[in-house]
């Protein structure tokens, strides 16, 4: 059923978007569709948000039925004075995404009742929520000289640096895992805020996904305002990333921050194609991506090429889409990096043929400890047999390669 409809049938159920899932671990992670779906959690349960600054819930001892990742569901409030009843719920103080631990006991399995689709329609419905009210034109995003980059070690988690000229220049993601308790964010961000107001470099954020993004919460606004202009996926998709975002725009202005809608797609199945949103010959590429539900390959993938290197920033893409629509637009002789999509974890098939000429040299993993198994043996695998020398964060600390 669509989320209009739903709203006006099942007026007694709030709607969730499902962050993650894990089976093994028996946990999920998900988050409120808007801040009128929060405030009805929040009224049910009776307990104030201004405790804790984050509306994420993490759901333990969860043995119902499988759940879809990035897709809406409902939950009746029923089930939500149950919890409360039983005091299943505990205010979690420590995180700036968790904000809520539900623990269940073993004679609950029904959690989600049902699923809600987001349509066209929809989004109209939704969409002081789930866009951004920047623009998408004339990116300030230009630069030349001596590139080199900076793959911090976050752990489970991505943050790359751009440094051009001696001078950090982009910041492409600034994650942290999602587990991270605050202390722990805060070291990973450390005195990085310093050299940003010093630099005012730009900021990217490949794809709303929580370890894209966690270390960008811990910063204070005006930390934020270091940086210079801010380039984001427009589909906002859930209550804290929303937040998240009027903060950035808040400190950086609206007139420089650019939201990129995703390209329509004209047909179903297969992967998400990549289109350059920059010129080609430049240092600096930005590839869009289709619409997929999916926001790992709907998100937005920077090249940087130099006479002699290139390296390609991934995100969580897939190995197709980097292989058929970014390693065309690096068909010269030269040496090729790669920041290994999805922490080295299911990326698609591996498919990966650099042209004749393109010599492989790192594949660079930012990984920490985990329970996904990341990286995966067969991806580490195949990519030595392409003629990379892998590297992992996790294992040598921040990375840095120049170009």
Known sequence: ??????????????????????????????????????AIFAQNINLDRSSTGASMVLITNYIGRRVQENTVYAISLTTLKLWHSEQAITTENNSFLIGYNIELNSNQQQVFDRSVTIGEFDDFQLLSHMTGNGHNSNLPFTANGQISVVIRNVGQGNWNEIHTNNAVNVIFDAGAPFNAARSQVLGIIGNRPLTYARDKPGLILSHWDKDH???????????????????????????????????????????????????????????????????????????????????????????????????????????????????????????????????????????????????????????????????MWSNTNALTTTGFLTKRTDKIGDISIIL
Do not use: W
């Not at 709030?14 to 999920?28: K, Q």
């Not at 919460?217 to 940086?227: K, V």
């Open 1 to 38: 059923m669509y989320y209009y409809y739903h709203k006006k049938q099942y007026p007694d159920a709030i709607l969730i978007y499902i962050e993650e899932y894990n089976r093994i671990n028996r946990t999920v992670l998900f988050d409120f569709v808007d801040s009128n779906e929060f």
């Open 213 to 375: 993004y966690h270390s960008l919460i811990g910063m204070t606004d005006a930390e934020l305002s270091g940086f210079s202009y801010f380039i984001c996926r427009d589909r906002v998709p859930n209550y804290t990333s929303r937040i998240l975002f009027v903060r950035i725009k808040n400190a950086v202005g609206a007139a420089n921050t650019f939201c990129i809608p995703a390209i329509a797609r004209t047909r179903r199945g297969g992967y998400t194609s990549l289109v350059p949103l920059t010129a080609s010959h430049q240092q600096h590429i930005l590839f869009n991506s289709q619409h997929h539900k999916n926001r790992n390959i709907s998100g937005i993938v920077l090249a940087l090429r130099t006479s002699t290197s290139s390296m390609i920033l991934s995100g969580d893409s897939l190995y197709e889409q980097l292989q058929t629509d970014v390693i065309p637009h690096l068909n010269y002789p030269h040496g090729h990096n790669l920041i290994v999509p999805h922490h080295g974890g299911n990326a698609g098939i591996y498919n990966y043929r650099l042209p004749s000429g393109v010599n492989p040299l790192d594949a660079i993993i930012s990984v920490g400890p985990n329970t996904y198994g990341h990286p």
